[in-house]
């Protein structure tokens, strides 16, 4: 018998559960690697752009675009342009 309702859902498949953990945390204190200049930046200090509907962040040392975010009539999108890797 599954313990929680996640169980139930992702059925005891381990790879799941490994996407389920990566998904679950605070972005503010994920540290993101920039695709175009390798350097890793924490998330929470780089300065986001945007507004309600949109938010653009930049890498701080070569200015590429790392992450955008944007509010649709479906839901949240997130779209990792030149980030290489974020640490969770
Ligand atoms: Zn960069």
Known sequence: MAD?????ILGGDPGAHLLQE????????TKIRCAACNTVSCLGALAVDGGHRE???KCADC????????????????ELHSARHLYL
């Open 4 to 8: 929680n309702i996640a169980d139930l």
């Open 22 to 29: 990566a998904s679950a945390f605070d972005i503010t204190l």
């Open 55 to 57: 938010a653009l962040v």
């Open 63 to 78: 200015g590429s675009e790392l992450m955008r975010a944007t509010r649709t009539q479906k839901g949240c999108v997130l």
